[in-house]
């Protein structure tokens, strides 16, 4: 294999793994939150949609203030992104 390729695959390797803990963080905030809410206002676990995460996200924020899986997720998240593109890179998909 390739210098370049042997790149390519840790680049995915570590897009996979960031984009996996910011997943499993995201579980765990909703169980931090859905733990305070009542039962008719709980979050689902399944299916995610943008004014899900919105409201996940404002919802943590108000009842942990000092919380920090909000910003870990985001920066797992961001890193995974990053981390797929390092990988697009790497295979010639900006050339």
């Known amino acids: 294999m390739t210098e ?42 399944l299916f ?4 899900k995460y919105r409201r996940l996200f404002r919802e943590y ?6 919380g920090r899986l909000g910003l870990y997720c985001k920066i797992t998240g961001a890193l995974g992104m990053a981390s797929m593109a390092a990988f697009a890179w790497q295979l010639g998909f900006f050339r």
């Open 48 to 51: 995610g949609h943008y004014g």
């Open 61 to 66: 924020r108000r009842l942990y203030p000092n």
């Open 4 to 45: 370049r390729l042997i790149r390519a695959i840790v680049f995915l390797l570590a897009a996979q793994t960031f984009i996996l803990v910011s997943g499993f963080l995201m579980y765990a905030m909703i169980g931090e939150v859905n733990r305070k809410l009542p039962d008719g206002q709980r979050i689902g676990y």
